[in-house]
């Protein structure tokens, strides 16, 4: 069964970093590209980043490019998300999920709500 935890969201102000973390279970985590997902109030799930199986050629929407950085660690299934100068158009919940070209599993997990204001 395929499972996702994500944490480390939280009320930051704008200019501040947050470092997100997601655990994965339930498949072959090291045969994945790996990807953030963010879904903001009101507005569809968008892709935030995403992280290759070896943790090259990592791809970032225009948005986040230069503040956000994705990582992965295949010995712990886990996928990291570090955000840095948060701007209130980041609020949003955070989601990991697999990434293209095979795209998200059907199940996610419960997400990890950011919230940037002053």
């Known amino acids: 069964q395929v499972q996702f935890v994500e944490s480390g969201g939280g009320l930051v102000q704008p200019g501040g970093s947050l470092r997100l973390s997601c655990t994965a279970s339930?498949?072959?985590?090291?045969?994945?590209?790996m990807s953030w997902y963010r879904q903001g109030p009101g507005q569809e799930r968008a892709l935030v980043a995403t992280v290759s199986t070896a943790d090259r050629n990592n791809r970032y929407a225009d948005s986040v490019k230069g503040r956000f950085t994705i990582s992965r660690d295949n010995a712990k299934n886990t996928v990291d998300l570090q955000m840095n100068n948060l701007q209130p158009e980041d609020s949003a919940v955070y989601y990991c999920n697999r990434g293209q070209p095979w795209g998200p599993f059907g199940s996610w997990g419960q997400g990890t709500q950011v919230t940037v204001s002053s």
């Open positions: 339930g498949f072959i985590f090291s045969r994945y590209a």
